[in-house]
């Protein structure tokens, strides 16, 4: 048999791909991850990517599995598959979609790891404790306070503009996936932290990059910003600082704790993925399981029934 990829194939997906960074705002990463997969999927013998078959599409994924690649990865190949052969479907180049018959391969999500609020209080006071004392204690603790108190990932963080956190009135405004816009709210620790920050921000304005005055947290750095790198590593050395095991502390964990707190602490699941900005709730659910876990430990811990079975 010959190869399936031919000119054909990646006229095809060039158009899907300027299609999904049009009409629904796929980033550079998206993409390239998209034609990753389609051009693996291309590659594999048979009567070429636009004629695939259902057929077709479950033995490369059958053999992918043989491979040893995890179900999770598999997904998403599929996934990309979908979204492709939708695009042919409706571009009238397919009279149907032959992944619709296709399932998904299932795979065991773990549950997020996340800090306990008294890790987290830890934290934060070690950081209102160095924010006594230099301007790197003032940014790290409005760094900490905007992950915890908002949930924000830390690309989100990274490059964040300065004008997001002025005159929004106790909000932050985020571009996060896709470009999609959020306001995220602070509470009033976080918002304390970001005006003593600002206070002393000029203090790592470089002289030589003009862009960076553009950023919240800027930086002398080439990028002109606190890269997720350098992100990492100043909670890391905050962590060790608070007592707590670095190696299970970055800014997603952060994340995490924000939400599972959240949920903990009753609130409704819909407006804790508004303020994570996940598109699908399906996403947020995870932190019903992690919560509940959690309440499971408090009670067997602290109800005397448990305690009298374990004696």
């Not at 042919?88 to 549950?111: G, I, K, M, Q």
Request: charged share 25%; hydrophobic share 40%.
């Amino acid at each position: 048999m010959s190869p399936r990829h031919n000119p054909s194939d990646g006229a095809l997906i060039e158009a899907f791909l300027e299609m999904m960074s049009a009409e629904r705002g796929a980033g550079a990463n998206t993409l390239a991850a998209y034609r990753r997969d389609l051009l693996d999927f291309a590659a594999h013998p048979g009567a070429g990517l636009a004629g695939a078959s259902r057929d077709e599409i479950k033995a490369w994924l059958a053999g992918l599995s043989a491979a040893g690649l995890a179900a999770s990865s598999q997904a998403r190949k599929l996934s990309a598959l979908r979204q492709f052969y939708g695009f042919l479907f409706a571009e009238e180049h397919r009279s149907d979609n032959p992944t619709d018959a296709v399932d998904s391969p299932r795979a065991v999500r773990p549950l997020p790891k996340i800090l306990s609020t008294r890790d987290m209080d830890a934290m934060i006071e070690e950081a209102q404790r160095q924010a006594q004392d230099k301007p790197e204690g003032k940014r790290l603790l409005a760094v900490i306070e905007m992950l915890y108190a908002a949930g924000l990932r830390v690309s989100e963080l990274a490059g964040l503009p300065l004008a997001a956190v002025k005159g929004k009135e106790g909000f932050v405004l985020v571009r996060g996936k896709g470009g999609k816009e959020r306001l995220a709210p602070l509470n009033a620790g976080a918002r304390s932290a970001i005006t003593s920050y600002i206070d002393v921000r000029a203090e790592f304005l470089p002289r030589d990059n003009p862009k960076a005055d553009r950023y919240l947290f800027c930086s002398r750095g080439r990028e002109g910003f606190l890269t997720r790198q350098r992100l990492h590593q100043l909670l890391k050395g905050l962590a060790l600082k608070a007592g707590l095991d670095p190696a299970k502390v970055s800014p997603h964990v952060l994340r995490h704790a924000f939400a599972t707190h959240l949920v903990e602490g009753g609130a409704d699941l819909r407006s804790v993925q508004t303020m994570l900005g996940h598109a699908d709730i399906a996403t947020t659910e995870i932190y019903t399981h992690v919560a509940k876990d959690h309440l499971k430990r408090v009670m067997q811990k602290a109800h005397p029934l448990a305690k009298a079975r374990k004696s």
